[in-house]
């Protein structure tokens, strides 16, 4: 248990669809990051939150989106889904930016 | 812009052998300096990090890194592996910077497997 929940841990979607993942962190922890990990590769950053407005993003389209609540929880929603979407999806938290971060279990999701 | 190279995407060890992972970086300005691990099927750990001081840092399970300024360097070693350390070992950066920098840069991994 690392105190970085996510849910579901697997999701089988239909390309074109649309997927919500969620993340709980731990109190206090202001940023959330969103990675991507394609099988074999490390972690993509896909944007990060800090007191619940963006203040990061990576090189992914606009369908990807994110939310941060005040209660420590986020999201990550990914609209008209590609098969190339296929990936474990990593949250982090840190209680401060200088990014020393714990992560949650992922993620898993298939499209196909 | 900024990056992160680890040097072996593979390495096969004996238990009782010395360990050293390398992770080189490209980036001019002051930087924090992580390892993650990842055991097979469990999520990534931190297993040290650098932000200032000592650039020699001790880490769990007996994991350190020394950060070499001048050599844009970061490298992982452990003197003595276990069966146990067969992971994935990540290396990552984040600049000191607001906003999009503070993001975490990650290099490709490296695959350790120790043999008993």
């Known amino acids: 248990e690392t105190g970085v929940t996510q849910s579901p841990t697997h999701l089988i979607k239909t390309r074109g669809q649309q997927v919500t993942l969620r993340c709980s962190s731990q109190?206090?922890?202001?940023?959330v990051s969103w990675y991507q990990q394609a099988l074999g590769q490390g972690p993509q950053f896909i944007f990060q939150?800090?007191?619940?407005?963006?203040?990061g993003r990576g090189n992914f389209p606009p369908r990807f989106s994110g939310l941060q609540f005040p209660n420590y929880s986020s999201e990550l929603n990914v609209n008209a889904l590609e098969l190339d979407d296929s990936a474990l999806y990593l949250c982090?938290?840190?209680?401060?930016?200088?990014?020393?971060?714990?992560f949650g279990s992922g993620t898993r999701l298939t499209v196909v | 812009a900024q990056s992160v190279s680890q040097h072996n995407h593979h390495v096969i060890l004996s238990e009782a052998a010395s360990l050293e992972l390398g992770c080189n970086y490209s980036?001019?300005?002051?930087?924090?300096l992580f390892w993650y691990v990842q055991y097979p099927g469990q999520h990534l750990q931190l297993l040290l990090k650098?932000?200032?001081?000592d650039p020699l840092v001790k880490g769990i399970k007996g994991f350190e890194a020394e950060f070499i300024k001048s050599k844009f360097s970061f490298n992982l070693r452990k003197p003595s592996v276990q069966w146990s350390d067969t992971a994935e070992y990540f290396c990552?950066?984040?600049?000191?910077?607001?906003?999009?920098?503070?993001?975490?840069?990650w290099g490709l991994g490296t695959s350790l497997a120790v043999n008993p």
């Open positions: 982090a938290s840190s209680p401060d930016r200088a990014g020393g971060y714990t």
């Open positions: 109190s206090g922890h202001n940023t």
């Open positions: 939150y800090y007191r619940e407005e963006e203040n």
């Open positions: 980036y001019g300005g002051t930087v924090n």
């Open positions: 650098y932000f200032s001081g």
């Open positions: 990552a950066v984040t600049t000191d910077g607001a906003g999009n920098n503070r993001k975490l840069i």
